[in-house]
């Protein structure tokens, strides 16, 4: 990026720049063909990525909903991440004002159209739009947008909440007074994405589990899609057994339109999980989940499909 902020491509992989934590994840990311466009006045960030893998997709022929997930997070991570100069300065300074802490998804939504799931719309390559959406005290969340580069379509909206955590004492920890000065003005939401905590009925159907090394991350935390991976294998065992009533499987050919999820904490390896899942009788094509931990609930998360 310039000195007066004009629009700018990271520079290619052969270029003088300043190491970074985790350099070879976003390295790979550019050697797979991923670029990153920012705006003039650094509210817009671009990634164009190569699009969905053979495997991302499932026996109707759906891009399944943890490969979009984890797409969109490669290219919101390669966009906060990458370095636009020779100084290591990232996107909105995202990269250094993250450096002391951790960050832990609180909350995530996603909304999906159906042309995400037909055939005749071209999914490669792919564009993903990443703006700040709102900062608080010690959380803040983004909102990208995966777009169709040829037509500007807009095939799924994605509002991500995570909250700052101190590395020594593990609890909420402030943003920078200068990065809030800095970037708050870009935020496009102003307010913080909340997801009101599920009430399990009486009677849920039930489906367990226990977690495997390669559903976890770079924290040996299960990663944030694995948790919609174990709701929808619950959902699936539920169809098959002919324990849901509104769900079956022509309804979920038609893919998922909206997903709210929120998590409570963390899990690990060879934790033994329990998929709570349930129906409401006024609420067709969906489906409510919550996931326990030693009788405690770690994620919840509600999947509506399409009609």
Same mark, same amino acid.
């Given at each position: 990026m310039t000195d007066q902020g004009s629009e700018s491509k990271a520079p290619d992989r052969n270029s003088d720049i300043k190491p970074r934590p985790f350099r070879a994840k976003y390295q790979h990311l550019v050697d797979m063909g991923y670029s990153l466009t920012v705006n003039q006045e650094e509210s817009l960030a671009v990634v164009e990525a190569p699009g969905?893998?053979?495997?991302?997709?499932?026996?109707?022929?759906?891009?399944?909903?943890?490969?979009?997930?984890?797409?969109?997070g490669a290219c919101r991570y390669f966009a906060y991440h990458y370095p636009l100069d020779k100084t290591g300065h990232s996107f909105m300074d995202?990269?250094?004002?993250?450096?002391?802490?951790? *960050?832990?998804?609180?909350?995530?939504?996603?909304?999906?159209?159906?042309?995400?799931?037909?055939?005749? &719309?071209?999914?490669?390559?792919l564009k993903v739009n990443v703006q700040l959406g709102y900062i608080g005290k010690s959380s803040t969340n983004s909102v990208s947008s995966l777009v169709v580069p040829s037509s500007g379509e807009t095939l799924v909206r994605n509002i991500n909440q995570i909250v700052a955590i101190d590395k020594e004492t593990r609890k909420p920890t402030p943003f920078p007074s200068w990065w809030k000065e800095k970037h708050g003005e870009k935020?496009?939401?102003?307010?913080?994405?909340?997801?009101?905590?599920?009430?399990?009925?009486?009677?849920?159907?039930?489906?367990?589990?226990? &977690?495997?090394?390669?559903? *976890?991350?770079?924290?040996?935390?299960?990663?944030?899609?694995?948790?919609?991976?174990?709701?929808?294998?619950?959902?699936?065992?539920?169809?098959?057994?002919?324990?849901?009533?509104?769900?079956?499987?022509?309804?979920v050919k038609k893919g998922i339109q909206r997903m709210r999820m929120a998590y409570f904490?963390?899990?690990?390896?060879?934790?033994?999980?329990?998929?709570?899942?349930?129906?409401?009788?006024?609420?067709?094509?969906?489906?409510?989940?919550?996931?326990?931990?030693?009788?405690?609930?770690?994620y919840q998360n509600t999947l509506t499909y399409h009609q």
């Open positions: 969905p893998s053979y495997e991302s997709f499932d026996v109707y022929g759906n891009c399944k909903i943890w490969s979009i997930m984890r797409l969109m995202y990269g250094s004002m993250t450096d002391g802490m951790f *960050t832990f998804m609180a909350s995530s939504q996603f909304e999906v159209e159906k042309s995400m799931y037909d055939t005749q &719309v071209s999914k490669w390559p935020a496009v939401r102003k307010e913080p994405l909340i997801i009101q905590k599920l009430s399990k009925p009486d009677n849920p159907h039930t489906y367990t589990l226990r &977690v495997s090394w390669s559903e *976890t991350d770079m924290y040996n935390h299960v990663n944030w899609a694995s948790y919609v991976v174990y709701s929808i294998d619950a959902l699936h065992h539920g169809i098959k057994e002919g324990k849901l009533k509104g769900m079956d499987k022509e309804v904490g963390e899990c690990v390896e060879g934790d033994q999980l329990t998929v709570y899942f349930w129906e409401v009788e006024d609420q067709p094509r969906t489906v409510y989940f919550d996931i326990v931990k030693d009788g405690v609930s770690v």
